[in-house]
């Protein structure tokens, strides 16, 4: 069955349009995802060509952006789900030229980087996307609440767990030393 001319007409301007201003928010927030530019430009790239093949699913006039981090946030888990069953795969890559910069700044930075990302990395699958929606793309917990399909209150609990986590990772608290969730007025406990 072919497509009738209402779903035609969602994938010219305004589609596109939209699709390709979204593009730099989509891929920051892949990246958060997946902490890989690669396997990002991939989730970006899939999530893409899903859409577009499900135009007809999306309602003309609702928020683009929405939709497509709730597409990109499945392709994602459903990587993830598969990669637990099956297993880590590692793939052999070529050697890439290495470019030495001498500078202070850009190793910190690096490492600044690299901890943060790992620090990302061990957060559970739900409070990832939260940082990725919230803290990196700037999203409110209103429009992440409606992006996960979390309530509100969930959104800013995961949140607020998220934050603590990496805060201890990044700061070097040990695992078994329980961070406060509030800090309690002198006297009150």
Known sequence: ????RGEAMRVTDEFRTRLVQLMPRLRRFAVALTGDLDQADDLVQEACMRALSRVAQ????????S???RIAQNIWLDRMRARKVRGEGVAL?????????????????R?????????????P??????????????????EAAEITGAPIGTVMSRLARARRELHARLEGV????????????????
């Open 111 to 123: 490492l600044s980087l690299a901890a943060v990302s790992a620090a990302m990395a061990e957060l």
């Open 174 to 189: 040990p695992d078994d030393v329980a961070l406060p969730l509030t800090t309690a007025k002198p006297g009150v406990f």
């Open 58 to 65: 999306w309602q003309p006039g609702t928020r683009l952006d």
């Open 125 to 142: 699958e739900d409070q990832r996307v939260l940082v990725a929606l919230v803290c990196i793309d700037g999203v409110s917990y209103k």
């Open 1 to 4: 069955m072919g497509k009738t």
């Open 67 to 69: 939709w497509m981090y």
């Open 93 to 109: 890559e070529m050697a890439e030229a290495i470019c030495v910069t001498d500078g202070r700044d850009v190793v910190e930075s």
